[in-house]
């Protein structure tokens, strides 16, 4: 007994002490990045580092170089360009496009995103790194109506797997709260009861001793289900108002906006910058990709510094050898680089090869009601990675298709089975939901049950708390401010 004892506790530590190898903390990092992050990236490492080189630069350098031997007489000005040889070693070589017009850039472009206002208020506050991150993670969780749908045991679970940074959910609240505090008024509400106190509380600090809005908050906090189903005879007899008080309360709370992320725009695709990271064609019936590689520079080993490192190794007193050993540092650094980004390229052709396999039918005509529901370890288990990779793959990576540009988390939804066992996306019920709401009568529009036994008799059984989810995520509201009359 106390050998297994022992023998456990020695496998923990073991267990415990296992690390990323610098190298391997330089390919997670490289992976996490996006194509136009990994070029920046690049472009400073080649600078960094006189050991890696940027082949067209290079060769752009020698023709200059070529060009001005022929012009010039002067033996002087060309004697600083004859140790150079242009190419480099074939350390690394990735494929790439070799001519600017294989390359497909593709940039949508637009005003300040709803996200961009909310992260530029956050700057505004002393956060720590850490708490910058989650915070802009929860800003980016939000959706275009302001609403915050996610619970944050849920956020805090997502910052573990995408970011790898430990929290709380009682931490994850308390930003929560911090970003409620932002403008406009109610974002980071996670209903619409929430939505309307913010509000109201925002305009307290301003004049704490108004009535008007002192009864308005009592109604919403404890008379929300009447003022819902406007029974106003209730509660301006429940709160003893005169008909002039009810007036000015019921004027007051028409004024909140149910929704506000709307008064600051949106956080799609149209208005924001996108350079998409895959691109994919379809011809016939057949889906094929290539990374957007573009403007990402070519990189080699310096084929100049590995004959330095040759020509030092021979050498014999102390003062080569520490040349050496600074040339062997500089090379090895380089060919890990090149490494780390070729390490990159495999692993999302890998994922990406997945995706577009599971999510086939989809491809082939953009009908989101063909997506399958897929999840991070459907790509993993298909690709032979492991799901924290697969995840820090799909962080910040998009996509380009005949239908539109996509992040890669469009495409994964968890599911639900039908009656007939056939297993659909949880988007495919968000589309019928807003099917059925876009041809509902607008004079009499359908509440959220009556959506409910729509979906169950078309199949599909999902709770009454599901719908009103769905339904804010779209941005609809309930159905006594979508009715209209004529």
């Known amino acids: 007994m106390g050998q297994n004892v022992q023998t456990q506790i020695q496998t923990q530590e073991q267990i415990g002490v296992q690390v990323l190898t610098p190298q391997q903390l330089l390919e997670v990092h490289i992976l996490e990045l996006s194509t136009l992050e990994l070029e920046e990236r690049v472009r400073s490492e080649v600078q960094d580092n006189p050991a890696l080189e940027d082949i067209e630069q290079e060769t752009a350098h020698d023709e200059d170089e070529n060009n001005s031997t022929d012009k010039e007489s002067d033996a002087d000005s060309t004697e600083l360009f004859d140790d150079y040889d242009g190419l480099g070693s074939d350390y690394g070589d990735t494929p790439q496009s070799s001519t600017a017009s ?65 929290t709380t959910a009682e931490h994850v609240s308390e930003l929560i709260r911090l970003i409620q505090g932002l403008d406009p008024a109610g974002i980071g509400a996670r209903d619409l009861q929430e939505c309307l106190l913010l509000q109201i509380e925002r305009k307290l600090l301003v004049t704490p001793d108004n009535t008007v809005l002192l009864y308005g908050k009592t109604i919403l906090k404890d008379l929300f289900q009447d003022f819902i189903h406007k029974r106003w005879d209730k509660i301006s007899a429940q709160l003893q108002l005169n008909q ?3 007036g000015a309360i019921l004027e ?11 008064a600051i725009g949106h956080s799609g695709s149209e208005n924001i910058s996108i350079t998409p990271d895959f691109l994919v064609d379809v011809q016939g ?31 014999k007193d102390g003062r080569n050898k520490e040349a050496a050993l600074f040339l062997k540092q500089k090379i090895d650094a380089a060919k890990g680089f090149i490494q780390a980004v070729q390490q990159r390229q ?12 599971i999510q086939h039918n989809y491809f082939l005509d953009g009908d989101e009601s063909c997506l399958k529901p897929m999840v991070l370890k459907d790509v993993a288990e298909l690709t032979g990675l492991d799901i924290s990779t697969v995840s820090r793959a799909c962080a910040g990576k998009y996509m380009q298709t005949d239908w539109g ?45 009556q959506i409910v036994e729509i979906l169950n008799a078309k199949g599909f059984q999902v709770a009454r708390r599901t719908v009103v989810k769905y339904r804010t995520a779209l941005g609809v509201p309930v159905a006594r401010l979508r009715r209209k009359t004529v």
């Not at 007051?252 to 709307?262: A, C, R, V, Y």
């Not at 094929?288 to 310096?302: Q, Y």
């Not at 019920?429 to 509902?440: A, Q, R, V």
């Open 252 to 262: 007051m709370l028409t004024k909140l906006n149910p929704l506000p992320g709307n």
């Open 346 to 357: 495999n692993t999302l052709t890998k994922v990406m090869r997945a995706i577009t396999t």
């Open 244 to 246: 002039e008080q009810s």
């Open 405 to 449: 540009i996509f992040p890669l988390k469009f495409f994964f939804t968890d599911g639900k089975k039908s009656d007939d066992g056939l297993e659909v996306s949880v988007r495919h019920i968000h589309n019928l939901i807003k099917e059925i709401i876009e041809n509902e009568d607008s004079s009499s529009p359908l509440t959220d049950q």
């Open 102 to 166: 294989n390359w497909m850039e593709t940039t949508v472009t637009g005003g300040e995103s709803f996200l961009d206002i909310v992260k530029e208020q956050l700057s505004e506050f002393d956060l720590n790194k850490e708490d910058t991150t989650i915070a802009e993670y929860i800003a980016a969780s939000l959706e275009e109506s302001g609403y915050l749908l996610k619970e944050a045991s849920e956020i805090a679970y997502e910052l573990e797997i995408y970011h790898y940074i430990e």
């Open 285 to 315: 019936g057949n889906v094929s990709f290539t990374l957007n590689n573009g403007r990402i520079p070519t990189i080699n080993v310096s084929k100049e510094y590995e004959q330095m490192l040759a020509e030092q190794i021979i050498g």
